[in-house]
Nanobody
Framework: QVQLVESGGGLVQAGGSLRLSCAVSGSIFRVNGMDWYRQAPGKQRELVASITTGGSANYADSVKGRFTISRDNAKNTVYLQMNSLKPEDSGVYYC????????????WGQGTQVTVSS
């Protein structure tokens, strides 16, 4: 099994920054690509950013140029640096990982709340 634990959420004013962390533990060898999703109240969960094991990143259009996803394989941690935050960035942010050996299996963290005030 793989466990994902997010941290770093909080309340910030518009224009501010936050850095989210996702610590991976357990059967780390099973972790393949990793992602950050977010879900605002009354809305569907959406993909924010993805990163491969090799470090290639992709972003939702709404966060390009403001968010940066990175991973430190030595620390088994994935980060999401969020700059120039907007109220519409508010929501619960979830860390997600694909299983490298079973396409039917994936893993989710418990989520961390991000609130951006205007």
């Amino acid at each position: 099994q793989v466990q994902l634990v997010e941290s770093g959420g909080g309340l910030v004013q518009a224009g501010g920054s936050l850095r989210l962390s996702c610590a991976v533990s357990g059967s780390i060898f099973r972790v393949n690509g990793m992602d950050w999703y977010r879900q605002a109240p009354g809305k569907q969960r959406e993909l924010v950013a993805s990163i491969t094991t090799g470090g290639s990143a992709n972003y939702a259009d709404s966060v390009k140029g403001r968010f940066t996803i990175s991973r430190d394989n030595a620390k088994n941690t994935v980060y999401l640096q969020m700059n120039s935050l907007k109220p519409e960035d508010s929501g619960v942010y979830y860390c997600h990982a694909d299983d490298a050996y079973d396409l039917r299996r994936d893993y989710w963290g418990q989520g961390t709340q991000v609130t951006v005030s205007s």
